[in-house]
């Protein structure tokens, strides 16, 4: 078993306290992904975790095991980094395997599982290569297998699919998926991409400033978004808010909100073009963005400033030009002045 549970978990460089209080449960099997933005503590956290570093206060617990002064390679976990870290002088099966010589496993066990963590990443035909010859995805799937091989109960990944391009981003986050499935272990995963945690994960959790600012699963993180931290950063193009002031008071009575909202949000594809002009929301459209399978428009409402809608992406819509934008009641997020939702 590989429950992890961390309980009033925190970290400090002197005076500095970058993880202020963490407590989190992640059970055993589960897709778990940290996100957040850049100096959030997630990285920091996984390496807590693996053992790379200390704790300063709170509890880790793998499996039940109080783990904080347990060494890294007891603990159970494997671990992916951002950068490969392969042994350049050494070949693809000599990289996966060099982790269990390291150990003394037996030879022929050696040459079993580094056959079956090969077969699984595709790599049969990468053996005798060496690192240099590989392209980063290839690269990556090595460093997987290095981790796989030693048959871990815990999966940490670091951001390991940063240093890729676009496609191979997809293509490696499909194998990482499949793997998860496959082995059935636990896995977090550490990424400041929320397509990645939206694709990926079971459950995410988000974070801010060393906290948590919500757990759950991606369906609950992007339709019940339990503040306008999570409500902006989930979500892409993120979230419209408006605060219900000054002459954005009137949205209040038009999308039937309660006293105690100050803001509303509403997402860009829940944002509509009134066709007979009477929508809650004047504004000219600045520019339009072509995607293929829909249409971007930032449009500028006086006093707010700049909006996204997507529409359909045949929809003809002249830079320019005045349109009246309306939104469904059951598609506005509602919160109060303190930023937290209205439920």
């Given at each position: 078993m590989a429950k992890l549970e961390l309980k009033d978990i925190r970290k400090s460089y002197g005076s500095v306290e970058i993880i202020k209080g963490i407590d989190l449960a992640v059970e055993d099997g589960e897709f778990c992904v940290f996100v957040g933005p850049s100096g959030c503590g997630k990285s920091t956290l996984l390496r807590m975790i693996a053992g790379l570093e200390d704790i300063t206060g709170g509890t880790l617990e793998i499996g039940g095991t109080r783990m904080n002064d347990i060494a890294p390679a007891r603990r159970g976990v494997a671990m992916v980094f951002q950068s490969y870290a392969l042994y350049p002088h050494l070949t693809v099966k000599e990289n996966i395997a060099f982790g269990l010589k390291v150990r003394k496993v037996a030879a022929d066990?050696?040459?079993?599982?580094?056959?079956?963590?090969?077969?699984?990443?595709?790599?049969?035909?990468?053996?005798?290569?060496?690192?240099?010859?590989?392209?980063?995805?290839?690269?990556?799937?090595?460093?997987?297998?290095?981790?796989?091989?030693?048959?871990?109960?815990?999966?940490?990944?670091?951001?390991?699919?940063?240093?890729?391009?676009?496609?191979?981003?997809?293509?490696?986050?499909?194998q990482i998926s499949e793997l998860h499935e496959r082995l059935k272990r636990t896995m977090i995963y550490v990424t400041h991409d929320q397509v990645e945690a939206m694709t990926l994960a079971d459950k995410i959790v988000l974070l801010r400033d060393g906290r948590i600012e919500q757990v759950g699963t991606p369906h609950d993180l992007y339709e019940r978004p339990q503040n306008l931290f999570a409500a902006q950063f989930i979500g892409a193009p993120k979230m419209n808010i408006f605060e219900l002031t000054g002459?954005?008071?009137?949205?209040?009575?038009?999308?039937?909100?309660?006293?105690?909202?100050?803001?509303?949000?509403?997402?860009?594809?829940?944002?509509?073009?009134?066709?007979?002009?009477?929508?809650?929301?004047?504004?000219?459209?600045?520019?339009?963005?072509?995607?293929?399978?829909?249409?971007?428009?930032?449009?500028?409402?006086?006093?707010?400033?700049?909006?996204?809608?997507?529409?359909?992406?045949?929809?003809?819509?002249?830079?320019?030009?005045?349109?009246?934008?309306?939104?469904?009641?059951d598609s506005i997020h509602a919160f109060r002045e303190n930023g937290n939702r209205i439920e």
């Open positions: 066990r050696i040459e079993e599982l580094v056959s079956e963590a090969v077969t699984m990443l595709q790599l049969e035909k990468l053996t005798e290569r060496y690192p240099r010859e590989l392209s980063g995805g290839q690269r990556q799937r090595v460093a997987i297998g290095r981790a796989i091989v030693g048959e871990p109960e815990t999966f940490l990944f670091d951001e390991p699919l940063s240093n890729l391009d676009a496609e191979l981003r997809v293509h490696m986050r499909t002459s954005f008071e009137g949205l209040r009575a038009a999308f039937r909100l309660d006293r105690s909202a100050r803001y509303c949000g509403i997402r860009p594809d829940s944002l509509t073009i009134a066709p007979d002009g009477e929508g809650a929301l004047a504004a000219r459209v600045r520019l339009t963005e072509y995607l293929g399978n829909a249409r971007l428009v930032h449009a500028d409402v006086e006093g707010h400033g700049s909006v996204i809608l997507e529409q359909p992406a045949g929809a003809e819509i002249a830079t320019g030009s005045r349109i009246a934008l309306s939104a469904r009641r």
